[in-house]
């Protein structure tokens, strides 16, 4: 499978067909092969291109109908200081030592001493909620490790009865350590991809599954891989096994694309 | 939020040169529609706050990805929103209930949380009664596509209705949604947007 071959399909269009199809395409309703095929009538068909843009005054009010509900308060702060790439830091409060109008030295004393306690209490407090601010981080990663188990559990269950048909994806640059592997139940008709080694990407970028049926490719769905490049991605395909010859994995725009648009890091064959 | 599109452009130019000060003004002015879309989206707080903030890093590493020319910066924001919100569900292998939360019950979810009203939402609020007056059938297989991210299939799957049921519902919801909003944005006594 060249990364060619990836690319969109051609096919017959009958025009009343498909801008009945763009206000389905305009909310994001419609199925890849079904996208595939407004996407291309959008370029040669004026009637469609209007009924579009009929339809993205309506999208762009969809998108406000939402009536605006107040976001948790630091969260604006958490932000700002993860656009340094870094977490929020404690937030110590620097004492005012100014020091009093002159007075009896018992008095500059219990001042002295006052002002102290509160120095310490105030870095204590500060020392405090970096702590509860780590123990949440702690039980976060224990959550997401546990929902993880609880995933593989699914995952295990649901592949491993029935009939299952088993493809490799190798890397298109020869690159040995890098390989995926799909294992496909035929009977219940869903699919587990596991990949290891593939580079990291930016995080606006995504890896997407492919599956190359005829002239159609259609999405298995999204996936990204953790600092040790594996990953994995459980999903239910929308073609039988029977009509997909080949599979491939490409790197997407976040959210993922309606056809490949760059060339495939791995190919496998059914 | 009714903002000039220049204060916009002045924002962006400011994000561009990394200026710390116009993220903050930036997330001010619209982090929370920015968070009120990917709660909908999601229907958890804890996803919504991670939507929110890849967003907003995201215009931050990338404001060159917006053309003022294309659209108006608020539209755009909601767009990348809307997308990150549905990636993440599918990230989550989440399937939010299949009528999703009402709004008025995330209202009361949340809260002593204040709703803010704008001015420049008249046009959602608008839509969003116009939706109340379309058959149930065709709102909700509108609201799954748009908000959930389901496709035909996904929507005939879950709901066990034929495929083409399916079809024809999300085109005649949105083919008399369309003839609606005309009518109304032209005469719009037709729907009053005032919410009391």
């Not at chain 1, 096919?11 to 996208?35: K, M, Q, W």
């Not at chain 1, 095929?37 to 406000?64: F, G, N, R, W």
């Not at chain 2, 890849?54 to 990348?80: A, F, Q, S, Y």
Request: charged share 25%.
């Amino acid at each position: 499978m060249s990364s060619e071959s990836l690319r969109a399909p051609a096919g017959s269009i009958n025009c009343d067909e498909i801008v009945a199809l763009v206000p389905a395409y305009a909310i994001g309703a419609t199925d890849p092969e079904e996208t595939l095929l407004v996407e291309k009538h959008l370029a040669d068909c004026p009637e469609a291109v209007a009924e579009l843009s009929a339809y993205s005054e309506i999208t762009e009010a969809l998108l406000a109908t939402s009536p605006v509900i107040a976001p948790p308060a630091d969260l604006g702060a958490r932000i700002v200081a993860a656009s340094r790439g870094s977490s929020v830091p404690a937030q110590i409060i620097r004492p005012d030592f100014t020091l009093p109008p002159k007075t009896s030295d018992l008095r500059r004393w219990v001042w002295l001493v006052g002002t102290m306690t509160a120095a310490v209490a105030v870095l204590l407090i500060a020392a405090n909620v970096v702590w509860i601010s780590e123990l949440r981080a702690v039980r976060q990663r224990e959550d997401r490790l546990l929902r993880l188990l609880e995933e593989q559990n699914l995952n295990v269950a649901s592949i491993g009865s029935g009939e299952a048909r088993v493809a490799v994806l190798t890397s298109t640059a020869g690159q040995t350590d890098l390989i995926g592997t799909l294992v496909w139940n035929v009977e219940e008709q869903n699919a587990l991809l596991y990949v290891s080694n593939l580079p990291d990407i930016p995080a606006d970028r995504v890896y997407q599954l492919w599956l190359l049926a005829g002239d159609l490719r259609i999405s298995g769905g999204v996936f990204r891989v953790d600092t040790g490049g594996m990953g994995w991605l459980r999903f239910q395909p929308d073609v039988a096994i029977e009509n997909v010859q080949a599979l491939g994995i490409t790197a997407e725009p976040e959210g993922g694309s309606e056809a490949p648009t760059s060339d495939p890091i791995l190919i496998g064959e059914i | 939020m009714n903002v000039p599109q220049s204060d916009d452009y002045e924002l962006m130019r400011r994000i561009s040169r990394q200026d710390e000060a116009a993220l903050s003004a930036l997330y001010e002015r619209y982090g929370g529609a920015v968070y009120s879309l990917a709660l909908r989206v999601t229907q958890l707080v804890e996803l919504a706050e991670e939507v929110t903030q890849d967003t907003m890093l995201k215009i931050w590493n990338h404001p060159e990805r917006w053309d003022p020319h294309k659209g108006r910066l608020l539209v755009w924001l909601l767009t990348v929103t809307r997308h990150a919100a549905i990636d993440r569900l599918r990230g989550e292998k989440r399937q939010p209930d299949l009528a999703g939360t009402p709004v008025e019950d995330m209202e009361n979810i949340l809260g002593t949380r204040a709703l803010v009203d704008d001015p420049d939402w008249q046009n959602g609020r608008l839509l969003r009664r116009l939706m109340g007056d379309l058959p149930a059938e065709q709102s909700t297989v509108i609201e799954l596509a748009f908000f959930q991210g389901y496709s035909h299939t996904d929507i005939a799957e879950k709901l066990r209705l034929p495929l083409g049921t399916v079809k024809t519902r999300v085109r005649l919801g949105l083919q008399k949604l369309r003839t609606l909003w005309e009518t109304a944005t032209v005469d719009p006594t037709t729907h009053n947007t005032n919410p009391i």
